[in-house]
T-cell receptor, first 111, second 117 residues
């Protein structure tokens, strides 16, 4: 049974520091891995989708890596800003459309 | 291109009443997924639908919950005889891809927050 774990559960950094968010999964037979951002009381915003054949994806200040063999993905956010404060969710695709989510990492970036 | 639209955004029901949550996927998307986020818990898959078909309902509670995605109109998640434990945020997502490819980013709506008194 797939389990998705995100560490740390919460993270507070001063503005300008780089953020490193970790996601691990127990079953390497995944289709894709997707990172989301969720603001309080809001929906999910897709940040990056990494297909199973890829090792990383980049979008602006965001970079996500995927190592299927070790069951890990890391989301890097460069030069953090207060607007980056949110909960970041990692989700693996076990089968089509059936995402399994981690519990999330709550990030606070202080000015 | 409007995003995934869910309504109502907030719904209050008394125990025993029915809750109907609606989801209109993004334009051109024919695949809809429902997820539930309980307080202090992560999102859990409930059901995957295509137009007029339920593809995977392995995450749906066996009783009181049903979902449909008719040929015309939005997808509906229906909860009959609600109980306090049904209080949660219900998210709908849609995808532009088919099972023929293994790509297909999910786009989520803002969610419908159900409170059962």
């Amino acid at each position: 049974k797939q389990e998705v774990t995100q560490i740390p559960a919460a993270l507070s950094v001063p503005e300008g520091e780089n953020l490193v968010l970790n996601c691990s999964f127990t079953d390497s037979a995944i289709y894709n891995l997707q990172w989301f951002r969720q603001d309080p009381g809001k929906g999910l915003t897709s940040l990056l989708l990494i297909q199973s054949s890829q090792r990383e994806q980049t979008s602006g200040r965001l970079n996500a890596s995927l190592d299927k063999s070790s069951g890990r993905s890391t989301l890097y956010i460069a030069a953090s800003q207060p607007g980056d404060s949110a909960t970041y969710l990692c989700a693996v695709w076990n089968s089509w459309g059936k995402l399994q989510f981690g519990a999330g990492t709550q990030v606070v970036v202080t000015p | 291109n409007a995003g995934v639209m869910q309504n109502p955004r907030h719904l209050v029901r008394r125990r025993g009443q029915e809750a109907r949550l609606r989801c209109s996927p993004m334009k051109g998307h024919s695949h809809v997924y429902w997820y539930r986020q309980l307080p202090e818990e992560g999102l859990k898959f409930m059901v995957y639908l295509q137009k007029e078909n339920i593809i995977d309902e392995s995450g749906m509670p066996k009783e009181r919950f049903s979902a449909e995605f008719p040929k015309e109109g939005p997808s509906i998640l229906r909860i009959q005889q609600v109980v306090r434990g049904d209080s949660a945020a219900y998210f709908c997502a849609s995808s532009p891809r088919t099972r023929l490819t293994n790509t297909g980013e999910l786009f989520f709506g803002e969610g419908s927050r159900l409170t059962v008194l």
